[in-house]
């Protein structure tokens, strides 16, 4: 995972709409779906994109697969924007 790939998985508001959802708890691809008025193939791309930039990981369980958020990938990225938090930072200059 490197933040390009996270932030190029980030730009897509589909994409983002399904992480909002995942937070909820783990969701089959079919769950994710009903709320898009989109192919199966189309909801397989978006969370094959998240996967990828290590934003979901997938779990099995009996016939179906379920998709979660990846808790630390999503602190890093939280961890890396904090440092863009507008205060002093060592050595700067007063």
């Given at each position: 995972?490197?933040?390009?790939?996270?932030?190029?998985?980030?730009?897509?508001?589909?994409?983002?709409?399904?992480?909002?959802?995942?937070?909820?708890?783990?969701m089959s691809a079919g769950e994710i779906g009903q709320h898009f008025d989109m192919t199966?193939?189309?909801?397989?791309?978006?969370?094959?994109?998240?996967?990828?930039?290590?934003?979901?990981?997938?779990?099995?369980?009996?016939?179906?697969?379920?998709y979660e958020i990846n808790v630390s990938v999503m602190e890093e990225i939280m961890l890396w924007f904090t440092q863009f938090n507008g205060g002093k930072q060592d050595g700067d200059k007063q």
């Open positions: 995972m490197g933040f390009p790939d996270t932030f190029k998985a980030l730009s897509d508001p589909v994409r983002r709409e399904i992480l909002v959802m995942l937070k909820r708890g783990r199966g193939a189309s909801i397989s791309y978006h969370l094959s994109q998240l996967k990828k930039a290590g934003l979901i990981f997938e779990s099995k369980y009996k016939n179906f697969i379920y």
